[in-house]
């Protein structure tokens, strides 16, 4: 039976676990259902390995090929962590927990693998052996970093690995891939202006932070605009502004902080020498001192060509070449699958969620149609890389 069909015929049931999991969110490390939930569903499907805690709450299933143990081993990845969002988007299987939802599919993710690990596990058309990594802390707590420090790859001896994310706005059924950058690298900055606080009615007698920071807001605005070439790919966001406690008080700190976005290392330090300066500079004018915490996040998500290629051609057999974006831009969010990139050549799909509410929206739903796709697109890329 072709794989499309296989994964066609369970899909109702495959949907429904994601449903599941949708109901039962869980953030960053704290995914302790969610781990037994996949743990339970991979002894059930006859892996022969299945590894829990790795990374804290990270989850691995081992499916060898018609040979046994031994030869070459791939890793597949989903995430499985939610998010701290509220949901609003009404569903049957809506959210049972408060002030968290599944709002960035990690739930359809998480699903699909699933779906391809049990295909995996009854056919076995393939040689060596496929990890199924589910991973904990995508969302910030770089989970995958953890895992891969916990062993993931001494452990299991993967040598590929491959990472799939939906992307609202794409149709269902439709795949998109590029070489080299997928997603941005993602760092924090923080900057504390301390000045004098005073009486709001004696200007004159403080030094204001709350105006040398709406100053710095503005100037750093020129990084992208005035410093970084304009065919590169930057964004300085500030998203946080705290000072004062009173509308007759002139307060003596004022916060400023935000993110930095970038697809090439050279720029990620130009950004990061830029916001210094201007901090610096700015604090100078103003006759306060400018401290600035600076924290490299995730790194680049970088395909590698080759992989990059394969990708594009397993996509094109289970969705049509017509369906594969082969030059996909960048997006210039951030991915900590990016680490497991480093360690171990591999690529990074999007896959079409048709025209859902964006990622991180409270009214977001993973479209359940995309499932046949996606775990057709898991069971292919097993097969083909490790086809002898």
């Known amino acids: 039976m072709p794989v499309h069909d296989r994964i066609a015929a369970d899909a109702t049931e495959i949907a429904g676990w994601r449903r599941e999991l949708h109901r039962r969110p869980e953030i960053l490390y704290e995914v302790h259902d969610t781990a037994a939930f996949v743990a339970e569903k991979l002894r059930a499907f006859g892996c022969d390995e299945v590894a829990t805690g790795i990374g804290r709450t990270g989850v691995v ?9 031994g030869g070459r081993m791939i890793g597949l990845r989903a995430d499985m962590d939610a998010l701290p969002i509220e949901e609003e988007t009404g569903v049957p299987h809506a959210s049972q927990r408060p002030g968290a939802m599944h709002a960035c599919g990690h739930d359809g993710h998480m699903a699909m693998l699933l779906g391809a690990a049990r295909t995996l596990a009854r056919t076995r058309q393939f040689d060596g052996s496929v990890a199924f990594v589910f991973q904990p802390a995508e969302e910030g707590g770089a989970g995958a970093r953890t895992m891969i420090e916990d062993g993931l790859f001494e452990r299991f001896a993967i040598e590929e690995v491959y990472g799939m994310h939906n992307i609202p706005g794409m149709p269902v059924g439709s795949f998109g891939i590029g070489d080299g950058a997928m997603m941005a690298a993602t760092d924090e900055f923080s900057i504390t202006l301390r000045g004098r606080g005073g009486h709001a009615a004696i200007p004159q007698q403080s030094r204001d932070p709350i105006l040398a920071g709406a100053t710095l807001v503005q100037a750093l605005q020129q990084i992208v605009s005035r410093n970084a070439d304009p065919l590169d790919s ?92 082969r030059t996909v831009a960048p997006l210039m969010g951030g991915e900590d699958f990016s680490f497991m990139l480093e360690q171990r050549p591999g690529a990074f799909i999007f896959i079409g969620n048709g025209p859902s509410a964006g990622l991180h929206h409270p009214a977001y739903d993973f479209d359940d149609e995309a499932i046949v796709f996606g775990s057709s697109y898991w069971v292919e890329i097993a097969q083909r890389a490790l086809s002898g």
């Open 234 to 325: 930057l964004v300085v966001s500030v998203t946080q502004f705290h000072a004062g406690f009173a509308h007759n008080v002139i307060p003596g700190e004022a916060l400023v902080s935000g993110t930095v976005r970038s697809l090439r290392a050279e720029t990620r330090a130009l950004a990061e020498r830029r916001l210094r300066e201007i901090a610096d500079g700015i604090g100078a004018i103003h006759g306060l001192t400018a401290e600035m915490a600076y924290m490299p996040n995730y790194p680049v998500t970088r395909n590698d060509t080759a992989r990059a290629r394969f990708c594009g051609d397993v996509a094109a057999l289970v969705a049509g070449e017509a369906q594969v974006n």
């Open 61 to 69: 299933g081992v499916v060898h090929g018609r040979g046994g143990a």
